[in-house]
């Protein structure tokens, strides 16, 4: 074989080793960024530690009596083997004994996080927590529509409505839903019910939905949130202007005169 014709050769097998190479890393970064927005079954870990723990066994879809826990196949660009869920198709019906939790054998869907006094509790659950576009809700038009309301499990505590005047007609009510994100389980059964062709009322995992306020923050009115700085010292900066006690800085003219 010539030499020309092996330096083709070699070339051709760089060029296809590379962008089989950038196939797989393009595979991977799709699965990587939809991962982000997944909704995992009940109790799921925190996204990280839930891929470092979920087995790929697929006992939790098999628990599920509503088919709606799906396993993640090739092709789908999402983490190989994982459950996950869609609630504009099929949205957790909120089972009582959470079928699919119990029977996961490496703590990836972890039991205590939907425990309640030593039983499973789905209502406290937290797989994602419902948003609105308000700008495609009908109800915000004015168009009268409770059917997420209607739909929540918890209703009244998870998702509210609030009664406001009309002022474009001056004689009818906005009934604007509320979520309220604390109670919210992320089901998705308000996401189904929706009767916009685009749902104006999804769910999102909570990481990505919710903002965080941060430990600068504190509600002083909440016991169990003042408990966060319990430990915390206070940090003082001394400048000369803060020698004066305020009075005489508000009397201090300095340059002005």
């Known amino acids: 074989m010539s030499d020309r014709r092996k330096f083709i050769l070699n070339m051709a097998r760089g060029i296809g080793i590379t962008a089989l190479g950038g196939f797989v890393w393009s595979a991977y970064v799709d699965e990587a960024v939809a991962s982000q927005l997944l909704l995992r079954p009940p109790g799921a870990l925190k996204e990280v530690d839930f891929l470092k723990t979920c087995i790929k066994c697929g006992l939790c879809v098999e628990a599920c009596p509503y088919d709606t826990l799906l396993l993640a196949k090739p092709g789908d660009n999402k983490p190989l083997g994982t459950p996950y869920f869609i609630p504009r198709e099929i949205p957790c ?85 509320i979520v309220h994100t604390d109670v919210c389980t992320g089901c998705g059964l308000c996401e189904k019910a929706c009767v916009t062709e685009k749902a104006a009322i999804f769910v999102l995992p909570r990481e990505v939905a919710l903002g965080k306020a941060g430990d600068y923050y504190i509600k002083g009115w909440d016991k169990e949130d003042d408990k966060r700085v319990k430990d915390a010292h206070a940090i003082k900066t001394k400048t000369r202007l803060s020698e004066k006690n305020s009075l005489d800085s508000l009397n201090d003219s300095g340059d002005l005169y």
């Not at 990836?108 to 609105?132: C, P, Y």
């Not at 809700?137 to 998870?158: T, V």
């Open 93 to 177: 019906y909120m089972c009582p004994d959470i079928p699919c939790v119990p029977v996961c054998p490496t703590g990836a869907l972890d039991e205590s996080s939907v425990t309640t006094n030593g039983k499973l509790d789905i209502n406290v659950a937290q797989m994602g927590v419902a948003v609105i576009d308000d700008s495609s809700c009908i109800a915000f038009w004015g168009i009268q529509c409770d059917a997420c309301y209607r739909a929540c499990p918890l209703l009244g505590e998870a998702i509210s409505v609030v009664y406001e005047k009309n002022e474009r007609t001056g004689k009818h009510a906005f009934l604007k839903p």
